[in-house]
């Protein structure tokens, strides 16, 4: 079953479903501008800028790993738990 009727995004030339108003392919925005309003600026693309770029504020803790023997939160860098030292993902070992 196809659909009724079909284009052709203009920016990747993908097949687009009518009415669409984003290509599915490229993210194109295919919705036709409204003649009153005037265009959107950006002064700087919110999809592609550095996040420094956006002002948005960053994590505020450092990400963390629990131990699995103990539940200790441990720092990514560390290979075995600061707490109890046993090794990163130790306890999910099977049972010999």
């Known amino acids: ?3 009724a009727s079909t284009s052709r995004c203009p920016s ?3 097949t ?3 009415g669409a ?3 599915t392919l490229c993210y194109a925005d295919l919705r036709t ?3 009153v ?3 959107l600026s950006y002064a700087v693309d919110p999809l592609t800028a550095p996040l420094e770029a956006l002002e948005v504020p960053g994590p505020t803790t450092e990400p963390t790993w629990p131990c699995a023997s103990c539940g200790a939160a441990n720092p990514l860098t560390l290979m075995a738990c600061a707490g109890c030292g046993a090794g990163f993902l130790s306890g999910l070992r099977e049972a010999e």
């Open 12 to 14: 990747c030339a993908a």
């Open 1 to 3: 079953m196809t659909p």
């Open 21 to 23: 108003p984003w290509c």
């Open 16 to 18: 687009l479903r009518a």
């Open 33 to 35: 501008p409204d003649p």
């Open 37 to 39: 309003l005037p265009p």
